[in-house]
């Protein structure tokens, strides 16, 4: 059976790690969530303190990119991948709205567009990999045989971010979380570098009303399509 790439864009919240993750178990294949990638660069950023609600010093990330080691390691008992920041799981850290505040103006730089997207190439050179993010059917995998571009309205992605970060017992307001998708939404889509914008080849897919089940359906017989293809 031919392996294919399948790349998944859309704006934040729309559930496209989900699908992705669910695609990429029941094909066998690799699954690479690159805005985790993004959040550990910001995470690390955080830290050192170069990046906070007074600062932003690009110079100095941009001076330690070269320090900053990212890794996924496959958790069998989650059946995904996690997330390594130089040899620290950071996976739950980098999901917090602290994070999230900062990870659209560290993706506007485009140095660490530059490490990561050559990083992610290298993931995906054998094929067989299911990778979500902004810029994947765009600038990552341009070739992709089976590109998804996910929407939903804000409203619809607020909710569900909301929801989630309630049941991880973060101390947020609707209206908080509401705002950050609007801003990243902007930041994202109006960058200089990358913008997030739907290739042209790829299938737009608006979720606001899909169950989970319904999306994997469709998109896992999308897939189905195109590696049986002779
Ligand atoms: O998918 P996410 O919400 O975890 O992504 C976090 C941020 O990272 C998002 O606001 C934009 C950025 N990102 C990006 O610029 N390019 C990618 N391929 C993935 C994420």
């Keep these: 059976m031919r392996k294919i790439t399948i790349a998944i864009d859309g704006y934040s919240s729309t559930g496209k790690s989900t699908v992705a993750k669910h695609l990429a178990k029941d094909l066998g294949y690799v699954y690479v969530d690159t805005g985790a990638m993004y959040r550990a660069v910001t995470l690390y950023a955080i830290r050192k303190g170069y990046f906070g609600s007074a600062d932003k010093n690009v110079e100095a990330l941009v001076n330690d990119l070269p320090k900053i080691n990212l890794k996924f390691v496959f958790n069998e008992g989650l059946g995904f991948s996690e997330i390594y920041l130089n040899g620290e799981n950071v996976e739950k850290e980098i999901r917090t709205l602290n994070v999230s505040a900062f990870v659209s103006p560290v993706a506007e730089i485009q140095a660490v567009r530059v490490k990561l997207v050559e990083m992610q190439q290298e993931m995906g ?38 929801k989630e970060l309630l049941d991880r017992g973060e101390q947020v307001t609707y209206q908080e979380v509401l705002e950050n998708v609007e801003s990243r939404d902007f930041i994202d889509s109006n960058r200089e570098f990358s913008p997030l914008r739907k290739a042209e080849d790829a299938i737009e897919f608006d979720n606001s009303d899909i169950g989970l089940q319904d999306q994997f359906e469709r998109l896992h017989g999308y897939a189905l399509r195109l590696i049986n293809k002779k």
């Excluded at 059917?137 to 909301?162: H, I, N």
Aim: proline share 5%; charged share 30%; no cysteine.
């Design 125 to 162: 050179k054998e094929k067989g990999i299911v990778m979500d993010g902004r810029d994947i059917g765009t600038v990552v995998f341009p070739q992709a045989e089976l590109k998804v571009f996910m929407t939903a309205s804000p409203k619809a992605r607020a909710t569900r971010r909301y």
